[in-house]
């Protein structure tokens, strides 16, 4: 803190894991309301704090973390009356929750904001749309600081705007007036500017010059199908495997096309086997011994219908 013509210092924290501050002092305002100055400190809110209260230049707030996580009204915060006061965040992800806040705003004649810059480094800020917290780098009598975030791939539940209010989470760099407000700009990887516009043909291509004209079309319901059974089905995305359980069916087996009937050549008889014709019996006849043996009809036969015989007496 620099109460005078001197410049505040500056706090530099370089963590390989993570940043969190979460919460505020609950007693900090009862503490003051009892003993005055004599015990108050910058703010009530967990934080990293640098402020000038003089004509000295407020110091500056750098953070280099795999994630950094402000919670509970927790606060970086770089205010100034003299000037300076800027934060520099570089982070993967950064999460802004329950009314937690960035903050460079500035008060004093001629007194700019100080600058907030933020490299994502390909990653994610997140808050929720409405719990309040704040990336501002606005000047009160002055002209607002900047806002810059680089290589964001994701930015969820705040957004720039000109109007903040308390009940969303934003983005602002305010001055004293609309024309004096800061600059916010947000670099998002995903856009390539690189690559330019692609000129699309100025001639549709006539889709009937695409077609071959020597295929006949099928009889109704001996189309070609395709049917996908079992419980896997097709994958999502054609780059994923196919699942052990899907089995492919071809409908079109049982129904052969008219075409391919019409084609198929007459079936070759096959040869018979050398088999003995029965011919019914018709007559019967005794034989030396006394068995009847049926035949057919034949000369001096006795026929099955019409003959009857009687016993010889002895």
């Known amino acids: 803190?620099?109460?005078?013509?001197?410049?505040?210092?500056?706090?530099?924290?370089?963590?390989?894991?993570?940043?969190?501050?979460?919460?505020?002092?609950?007693?900090?305002?009862?503490?003051?309301?009892?003993?005055g100055t004599a015990v108050d400190s910058i703010d009530a809110s967990s934080g990293f704090f640098v402020r000038s209260q003089g004509t000295g230049s407020a110091g500056d707030i750098e953070v280099n973390s795999p994630q950094i996580r402000l919670d509970n009204s927790a606060k970086f915060s770089a205010d100034t009356t003299g000037g300076g006061g800027n934060i520099q965040l570089k982070t993967p992800l950064f999460i802004l929750r329950r009314g937690s806040s960035i903050t460079t705003?500035?008060?004093?004649?001629?007194?700019?904001?100080?600058?907030?810059?933020?490299?994502?480094?390909?990653?994610?800020?997140?808050?929720?749309?409405?719990?309040?917290?704040?990336?501002?780098?606005?000047?009160?009598?002055?002209?607002?600081?900047?806002?810059?975030?680089?290589?964001?791939?994701?930015?969820?539940?705040?957004?720039?705007?000109?109007?903040?209010?308390?009940?969303?989470?934003?983005?602002?760099?305010?001055?004293?007036?609309p024309e004096l407000s800061g600059n916010i700009k947000i670099n998002r990887t995903d856009v390539n500017q690189a690559l330019g516009l692609v000129l699309l043909p100025a001639v549709v291509a006539d889709a009937r010059t695409l077609l071959r004209n020597g295929c006949e079309a099928l009889a109704e319901g001996e189309e070609n199908s395709f049917t996908v059974t079992?419980?896997?089905?097709?994958?999502?995305?054609?780059?994923?495997?196919?699942?052990?359980?899907?089995?492919?069916?071809?409908?079109?087996?049982?129904n052969i096309t008219s075409q391919q009937r019409a084609e198929k050549p007459p079936a070759k008889p096959q040869p018979q086997a050398n088999v003995r014709e029965i011919v019914p019996a018709t007559g019967w006849v005794f034989s030396g011994n006394g068995f009847v043996t049926l035949i057919s009809n034949a000369h001096g036969a006795n026929s099955l219908t019409s003959t009857t015989t009687t016993c010889p007496q002895h």
């Open 1 to 35: 803190i620099s109460s005078g013509a001197g410049n505040a210092g500056k706090i530099t924290v370089n963590a390989t894991n993570q940043v969190i501050v979460d919460g505020s002092d609950r007693t900090r305002n009862d503490r003051v309301a009892k003993f």
């Open 105 to 177: 705003n500035a008060n004093g004649s001629q007194i700019k904001g100080g600058n907030i810059n933020i490299d994502s480094q390909n990653g994610f800020i997140i808050a929720v749309p409405g719990e309040n917290s704040k990336i501002s780098a606005n000047s009160a009598n002055f002209q607002g600081g900047n806002v810059t975030i680089n290589n964001i791939a994701g930015l969820f539940g705040i957004e720039q705007t000109t109007t903040p209010s308390n009940s969303t989470s934003d983005i602002t760099a305010r001055g004293a007036t």
């Open 230 to 254: 079992g419980r896997g089905g097709l994958p999502p995305n054609p780059y994923d495997p196919l699942a052990g359980d899907v089995l492919w069916t071809d409908t079109r087996i049982p």
